[in-house]
């Protein structure tokens, strides 16, 4: 336990580890560097060690900061996610979604999906949860959540579901690994590399489909290291323990500095990104979400968007049954009632 220190000194050192600069974390947070520098020796003091190395420029994150720094994100934002449940638990008046995602989401999509159920004329809220892509799709069949966000291909029978958003996958990978220097990487790149993957129970059908992708160009995988989310990826790659694949949008979110994000050659390596949800009738509720869902597609920025080949390669991707009504839900008919 740490009692002494305050959530603003743990957030103020954990950005300057993240930016490697105290100037620019107090522009950033409206603080002066003076300021910043104190709220770094505070918690520093507390935990009884170095967590930046200020005899180098620019300055750079000592062992015990990376790892405070990869903590201390995930209980942030932990912290902040169940802020948000409390706000919306208050709004008892409104219709209440259960929306799961996949914690490889673009944020910023996640973002504007946030944003959807706290708009005042949407006449419902909804609470997000973090999980896996086989999580999901689980608990959405189970009736426990409304819809999802996932990653496929996946394993989707009894499912519906709209494309939100196509992007690169990569390898996330230390700056002085011998690849790093290359502007792309192939599968073959991936022969008698240890390889970070998603855990197969939280990504069966994506990780079943990239296998035997890699199979199907002659490469059998060196399994290095399974992960949950993005971000212990990113610290076994920081730590030298292997390359991690990732979509191009979970790399942006990560610590600057330490790894470089090199996006594949084959046009067929691509995160598709869907909603769905159950293949039968939908509530008004559920029906209104999609369509605000839709909307927000609509002015998602070109650069969140993949238009890739769409030629069929040697593994051909699983895909999601479409959505029958989503054209009359764009056109605003709701006339889809439980």
């Known amino acids: 336990m740490l009692p002494s220190l305050k959530l603003d000194d743990i957030e103020t050192a954990i950005k300057v580890i993240e930016s490697k600069n105290f100037t620019e974390t107090g522009v950033r947070l409206h603080k002066h560097q003076t300021t910043v520098s104190r709220c770094m020796k505070r918690v520093e003091r507390t935990v009884g060690a170095k967590l930046i190395d200020r005899g180098v420029h620019p300055v750079r994150p000592t062992k015990e900061g990376t790892v405070i720094a990869y903590w201390g994100r995930k209980g942030l934002d932990a912290l902040g996610r169940g802020l948000t449940e409390i706000q919306r638990i208050t709004m008892s008046n409104r219709a209440v979604l259960d929306v799961g995602y996949t914690s490889y989401l673009d944020l910023e999509v996640l973002a504007c999906v946030q944003r959807i159920g706290m708009a ?33 291909p996946a394993a989707t029978e009894g499912l519906v579901g709209v494309q939100i958003y196509r992007e690169p996958f990569g390898l996330l990978l230390a700056c002085d ?28 059908g994506f990780r079943s489909w990239f296998v035997s992708r890699c199979g199907a160009e002659g490469v059998k995988l060196k399994l290095g290291k399974e992960v949950g989310n993005p971000h212990e990826a990113w610290f076994l790659a920081s730590q030298h323990a292997g390359v991690a694949l990732m979509p191009k949008s979970a790399s942006k979110k990560l610590p600057n500095g330490g790894t470089v994000f090199l996006p594949f050659v084959e046009d067929d390596l691509y995160a598709e990104v869907q909603l769905v949800f159950r293949d039968e009738p939908q509530s008004s509720t559920l029906a209104s979400f999609v369509n605000a869902v839709l909307r927000m597609r609509e002015r998602l920025p070109h650069s969140s968007m993949h238009n890739g080949s769409t030629q069929i390669s040697v593994v051909p991707r699983p895909v999601v049954k479409s959505w029958k009504h989503a054209q009359s839900v764009r056109q605003g008919l709701h006339t889809l009632s439980a």
């Open 177 to 204: 690994h011998p690849l790093a220097r290359r502007k792309k990487v192939c599968i073959r790149d991936l022969r008698d590399t240890a390889l970070i993957l998603p855990a197969k129970e939280r990504n069966t």
């Open 120 to 152: 005042a004329d949407t006449g419902f809220s909804q609470n997000e949860h973090s999980s896996s892509t086989s999580e999901v799709i689980g608990l959405v069949l189970e009736r426990k959540w409304d819809c999802g966000f996932i990653i496929t």
